[in-house]
Each structure stands twice: as C-alpha cells, then as structure tokens.
C-alpha cells in the first residue's frame, strides 16, 4: 500500500498499475488489457527503480535493460515485430 502512495514521485499525473509479466509500468492516459500506459512515463519508471531496487524493471524500461533483453532474447511479447 505505502508504494501506491508513493506514486506521482516525479509527476503527480502519473500512475502505476502491473502488466503481464508482473513489471510496474508507469505512464498515464488509457490503461491497455496487458496493463501497459497510453502514455508511458520514463522518468517516473526510473525514479520508482531508484527507490524501489526490489521492483526492478520497471517498465516502460531503460534502455540498458531493453538491451540486455533483447541480447538475452527474453523480450517476452512482439518478438516477431521487432524489426
Ligand atoms: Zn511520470
């Protein structure tokens, strides 16, 4: 409960909500059937990691981590569209 309110750490408009695949995701706007944000929020996901280590990836996730994804082949959803 203390990390709903802690939400908005670095926009208030921003929300949290979970996804598939358990990952925090961050934004604001329409809230998708996977769980993920119309308008994803960077800064927020990171600021949330940041406070948070145990919550790591949040999503929309850093580059760093997309990267090692992607290195591993773990990206867990539309690996046929990425081109
Ligand atoms: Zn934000």
């Not at 921003?14 to 990952?23: A, L, P, V």
């Not at 999503?59 to 046929?80: C, D, T, V």
Request: aromatic share 16%; hydrophobic share 30%.
């Amino acid at each position: 409960m203390a990390k709903e309110v802690e939400m908005g750490i670095a926009h208030p408009l921003c929300n949290m909500s979970t996804s598939i695949g358990d990952w925090l995701t961050f934004g604001s706007g329409y809230l998708d059937d996977l769980g993920f944000w119309e308008k994803p929020c960077y800064e927020c996901a990171r600021a949330h990691e940041e406070k948070y280590p145990e919550d790591f990836p949040c999503w929309p996730f850093s580059k760093e981590y997309l990267e090692e994804l992607k290195r591993n082949k773990q990206w867990p959803f539309n690996e046929k569209e990425e081109k």
